[in-house]
């Protein structure tokens, strides 16, 4: 924490040669750019009269995400759905066909928009599902630490059974503790095999209820929109397990889905409502960011005056564009609203400054987090160029297990470490392992800003050693 003199000067409202002058009394010589600590600062300020008070992100946010206010008003909401899967297994379409299929038995001739987000209705049931597929969106929340899925729908296409992103989308659902659905796709192909795909995700310990197991699996055609009832039906059961609730009757919060800056209407966010109901008229904060409610849009560009928990609205009436995963929290007042983005973007713009060093995710730091925090798990993502290799390292690392600590491979997959893999490691802070792979330039790019250490390897000797040593020395950090 530094500040610089000019910056001091203004937040006490003095001038910067008083400050300079005070600092030359106790033998500094400084100018009117030169950064000073947060000690010195504070001893200036007292000196010129000032009570001091550290502002912090727990400051700024006292009061802001509050749990106090559930209590007693707890009402069922509907499940928030994400879809994930192989390329071209149908995501998309499954997407559409949903949609679809609610705007024939709803709104007939509405005009649906991609606000990121929908929701259908089934015998007065809703839910909503976020209309981004793949897991880089669901990842990048997480790793932001927000909560945007109940439910993931993994679509498996029947004709071309369990693929490397299938294996990728069950490793970040499983990450992230959130139960999945199968749904087994393309049943319409003469070439559907639905029960290899069923046999397949049993080596990844999907074990589907057909098959004496507990993961619900729905047969379906997105292209002839067969069963679609069904998986919605399923997903409205899965909910019920769950016991989704939220209060509906006090101030909202939620989580910004998609947020761009357009021509004609300025900065919109498409914000889900998570507890709580959100008004027009409303200000809200969201990230770095503000708002004055000035409307919100459903996903069929209608107006609605009010939006309840698990509800998608488009919301316009920003001051500037939020990011995807920036947490939404309504406020009293204006005045609190600009004291808190006023906060942040000042934090903002001094972590742009300062050049990061120190990887987070390197197998160092792990550790040492790792002995701080007295757990007992070591995370890893790891890559080889073929099953056989992978399968050795992982089997060697679980050998490597003690009562103590234990490597928790987060996933283990075959081929080059992608973007995907640096994003799945950042959500758990843990390094990745390339054994006789490498990481492609997106993903090398992902690791330096997320702070990832990616580790190569083409001995498995040399690889198990490495983790043993990095995992005795959490064991015993004397010896
Ligand atoms: P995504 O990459 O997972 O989003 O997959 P898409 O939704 O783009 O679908 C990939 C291809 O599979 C497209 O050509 C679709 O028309 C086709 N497809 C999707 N679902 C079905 C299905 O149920 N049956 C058949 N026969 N084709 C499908």
Request: glycine fraction near 8%; charged fraction near 25%.
């Amino acid at each position: 924490e530094a500040i610089t003199i000019q910056e001091l000067a203004n937040r006490m409202a003095e001038r910067a040669v008083d400050v300079i002058k005070l600092l030359m009394k106790q033998g500094q010589m400084l100018k009117i750019n030169d950064v000073i600590d947060a000690d010195t600062a504070e001893l200036i300020a007292e000196e010129m009269g000032h009570t001091v008070k550290r502002v912090s992100e727990a400051d700024v946010e006292e009061g802001l995400f509050t749990e106090a206010e559930d209590e007693g008003g707890l009402k069922p909401r509907p499940p928030v759905v994400t879809i994930m899967g192989h390329v071209d297994h149908g995501k998309t379409s499954l997407l559409d066909a949903l949609r679809n299929a609610n705007v024939v038995a709803g709104e007939a001739g509405g005009i649906t928009q991609h606000i990121g987000a929908y929701q259908v209705e089934r015998n007065g049931q809703k839910v909503t599902f976020i209309d981004t597929p793949g897991h880089a969106a669901f990842t990048q929340m997480r790793a932001r630490g927000a909560k945007a899925t109940d439910i993931v729908i993994l679509v498996v296409a029947a004709d071309d059974g369990v693929k490397p992103q299938t294996k990728e989308a069950i490793a970040h659902a499983k990450a992230a503790g959130v139960p999945i659905i199968v749904a087994i796709n393309k049943i319409d192909k003469p070439a559907a095999d639905p029960n290899r795909v069923r046999t397949e995700l049993l080596q990844d310990e999907i074990v589907v209820e057909s098959m004496g197991g507990d993961v619900i699996e729905v047969e379906v055609s997105a292209l002839k929109g067969t069963n679609l009832d069904k998986l919605v039906e399923m997903i409205l059961l899965q909910a019920e397990v769950l016991e989704l609730q939220a209060n509906p009757d006090r101030t909202a919060e939620g989580i910004v889905i998609e947020a761009q800056l357009d021509k004609g209407r300025g900065p919109v966010a498409t914000v889900l409502v998570q507890k709580g109901t959100l008004h027009v008229g409303d200000i809200l904060v969201a990230g770095a960011e503000w708002a004055r409610v000035r409307a919100m849009l459903d996903e069929n560009g209608n107006q609605v005056k009010v939006a309840e928990p698990s509800k998608p609205v488009e919301v316009l009436g920003f001051q500037g564009t939020p990011e995807a995963g920036d947490r939404v929290a309504v406020v009293e007042n204006e005045a609190r609203a600009r004291e808190i983005v006023d906060y942040r973007q000042r934090q903002k713009r001094e972590k742009a400054s300062v050049q990061f060093s120190g990887a987070r995710g390197s197998l160092e730091q792990m550790m040492n987090r790792l002995q701080e925090a007295g757990r007992k798990e070591f995370p890893l993502v790891i890559k080889g160029d073929v099953q056989g290799s992978v399968e050795a390292i992982v089997g060697a690392l679980e050998k490597l297990g003690t009562e103590e600590v234990a490597a928790r491979v987060l996933h283990a997959g075959v081929g080059g470490i992608t973007e995907s893999d640096v994003t799945l490691a950042s959500a758990s802070n843990s390094p990745i392992i390339g054994f006789n792979v490498r990481a492609n330039k997106q993903a090398r790019e992902a690791a330096e800003r997320d702070g990832i250490e990616i580790r190569y390897y083409n001995i498995i000797y040399d690889l198990v050693d490495d983790i043993k040593a990095a995992m005795s020395g959490l064991l015993s950090p004397e010896r």
